[in-house]
């Protein structure tokens, strides 16, 4: 019985400890959480920080690692380059930290307008995901003219005919 015992509670132990953190992509401050999706331009590089909280031990040096992943819209592993300025992750005894504009993320100039990513970027044993978008259009909001005028001629147009029923 003693036994049983013993194995539960070294069971429970090991359960409680197995995430050794919780892990996040910041903004390039280190301010905020980065949005989830991701939305980058082809051509361009955007840069972000490593979040790090509930460290299981102190003083722990964790080495950096990434992986990018083509999800749909014609998206190539290949278009997509993640790269972490530092070989490790060191919180020290700080709680929660933060490596502040480490992770640059670029999207290839050539990359599909409608590809979609997955990356993970993590240190040591934890990881964090995040959905990556290309937005290679760019929505233009017409003239005010452009709309005014077609809007004013059917007001007119609306206003004469009316005008016109009454004589």
């Given at each position: ?7 539960i509670a070294v069971i429970a ?87 502040v504009a480490v992770v640059q ?63």
């Open positions: 019985m003693k036994k049983i015992l013993i194995a132990l090991f359960t409680g400890t197995a995430a050794a953190y919780d892990a996040n992509i910041w903004n390039a401050a280190g301010t905020a959480a980065a949005g989830n999706p991701i939305v980058i331009h082809p051509g361009e590089t955007l840069t972000f920080s490593y979040n790090g909280a509930n460290f299981a031990s102190e003083n722990q040096v964790l080495p950096y690692y990434s992986d990018v992943e083509a999800v749909s819209g014609g998206a190539a592993d290949t278009d997509m380059t993640v790269t972490i300025s530092k070989t490790n992750f060191e919180p020290g005894i700080a709680d929660p930290y933060t490596d993320i670029t999207l290839d100039a050539n990359a599909p307008a409608t590809g979609q990513w997955r990356v993970t970027i993590g240190a040591g044993e934890d990881a964090i995901t995040k959905d990556v978008g290309s937005a290679a259009r760019n929505f233009l909001i017409p003239e005010f003219p452009t709309i005014a005028l077609p809007v004013a001629a059917i007001l007119g147009l609306a206003f004469f005919m009316q005008r016109r029923k009454e004589e």
